[in-house]
């Protein structure tokens, strides 16, 4: 069998993690700070954890330079939770900020001092708002996306979901591109003579389909507030792989297990002015009544922020593992932070691209260049050839290459280019793909 430094782990997630951070891990698993007690043992509210907690959160704002009007949240049930959980939070806000002056309105026109009525006349009003204005839009460009448009439609209803942009229009049902913005169907804002969007959502890094957004796109830039779009980023598979303007987003979310740590945790970045005290959450009362769903309270960000992510039992091992993969970007990189973890992943990434785009008769890279993933390079071998592919992950394998093989729904070859992977592991694989190829052409 072999060790783990013969070997270069590509899997998709969960992904590698740096050997230094798992050999840290393996002795507080077992002992922490020589309290006698495993890191996984000890009570999530012990001044450990809060410590831990604490650390992360500084860690990752060091890294992304997240700004002070902004929270960051640790959550558990992985990207998927959250396809559900920014739906229920932002209609939620959506629904109190057109409710908020529309219950004002309502009663300085009626006069009306009951309660009750209020509610009822209120009730009325924000329903045809709700079936008129309503929008919830999604870019969807890859696998990911699409599962989160359909989990939104399962949860509102498809009336509320406006798919803006579906790249396999394009593509004759491909996901291989991003189409122009120009070809984007928007929700119009208020300055564009409409009322806008709840939330403007997309997926960075598509991992099935090894399609990147380049940078963040000009066409969701506000200007002032009337012009601003709410947007809603998945970055579970590019996050602290280059840097980002969090400036821009409403909210961020990212699971673990590719580029942070390990399976269990999510991290969730959200601005401080869609939480309470200055957006309140709506009442689960209205939202019932306007036929709205109301957040399971472990999904719920108010409850999550009000508790310091720590309303239930919190993986606390999984909290200190992102944060030590965190720590060793930050010593790694030093002042450069995350320019320098830019450079790399995108170094490994040109070295392995110009291999096989060197071999065009063997290797056929899946998306179109301008919008290849850095991270996840998908490509077929022999045109998709099953057998041709199958010699090729063997091949592999037996040069401690391992974790190559495709999604299962779309099949061939998924290199998975996360922070872990080093230089030396890039390397190795190129030249695999070059001696593969010219054994092909022989």
Known sequence: MPSRSEVTYFGPGPAALPTPVLEAAAEALLNYQ?????????????PFANKIL???????????????????????????????????????????????????????????????RVHQELVVEMRKLVREELKLDYLVTGSWSLKASQEAARLVGEEYVHIALDARDAT???????????????TPTRKEGGTGAAMVYYC?????????????????????????????????????????????FAIIFAAAQKNVGSTGLTLVIIRKSLLPPQTATSSPRILRDLGLPVAPIILDFATMAKNNSLYNTLPIFDVWIAGQVMH???????????????EMASAKAELLYSVLD????????????????????CFRVAGGEEEVEKKWLKGAEERGLLGLKGHRSVGGIRISNYNPIPMEGAQKLAQYIEDFAKKSVE
Not at 221 to 226: L, N, P, V
Not at 328 to 342: P, V
């Open 172 to 186: 004759e049902g491909e996901f291989i591109d991003i189409p122009g913005e120009d070809t984007w169907e928007l």
């Open 34 to 46: 020589s309290t006698g007690v495993g890191l996984a043992e000890h009570s999530h509210r012990s």
């Open 358 to 377: 060197k071999y065009p008769g063997v290797y056929t890279v899946v998306p179109n260049k301008n919008v290849r993933s850095r991270m996840n390079l």
């Open 328 to 342: 060793s970007l930050l010593t790694g990189f030093g002042d450069r932070k995350l320019a320098g973890q830019e």
């Open 54 to 116: 604490s650390d992360t959160k500084n860690y990752l704002k060091e890294l992304l330079e997240v700004p002070d009007d902004y929270e960051i949240l640790f959550m558990q049930g992985g990207g998927s939770a959250e396809f559900s959980a920014v739906v229920y939070h932002m209609v939620s806000v959506w629904v109190e900020r057109h409710a908020r002056p529309l219950k004002h309105d309502i009663i300085s026109r009626h006069a009306i001092s009951s309660p009750e």
């Open 204 to 248: 960075d890094n598509e991992t099935v389909d090894g399609v990147e957004f380049p940078g963040f796109p000009r066409c969701l830039e506000s200007q002032d507030e009337d012009g601003e779009r709410l947007v809603v980023a998945d970055m579970s598979s590019n996050i602290l792989s280059r840097r980002v303007n969090v400036k821009k």
